[in-house]
């Protein structure tokens, strides 16, 4: 199981080109490390680089899929909350958007959007 201590660690393994971004954001707890992933991931689908995206929401759904309880909440209060804003920003983009989105992220992202304001 992941934790919050070890995320930071893990996401620049997975994915090197965001340890520069992690250096900088000084605080280590899960949620600004979603942060900074969902920041990443959205400077990637404005360059239309999707493989890059692709990675990312790969990550966040084993993230969301083998981490502790605090991990599992930072994915989905911060980076699967991200989508309306990702698809909001990027009207162009939102059927690639899709096309890479993990059924399993898809569907949390759906049960949000049904349950706000209920």
Do not use: W
């Not at 992941?2 to 340890?19: C, K, R, T």
């Amino acid at each position: 199981m992941i934790n919050q201590v070890e995320l930071p660690m893990y996401l620049e393994d997975a994915i090197p080109e965001i340890s520069h971004d992690l250096v900088l954001n000084c605080e280590t707890n899960a949620y600004s490390a979603m942060n900074t992933l969902t920041a990443f991931t959205s400077e990637n689908i404005e360059a239309h680089n999707y493989n890059v995206v692709k990675r990312c929401f790969l990550l966040a759904d084993k993230l969301y899929s083998k981490g502790n309880g605090i991990v599992k909440n930072a994915v989905e209060n911060v980076f699967v909350f991200s989508f309306t804003r990702m698809f909001d920003c990027f009207p162009a983009e939102k059927k690639q958007i899709l096309a890479i989105l993990p059924i399993s992220l898809y569907s949390l992202y759906i049960t949000q959007v049904c349950h706000c304001g209920s």
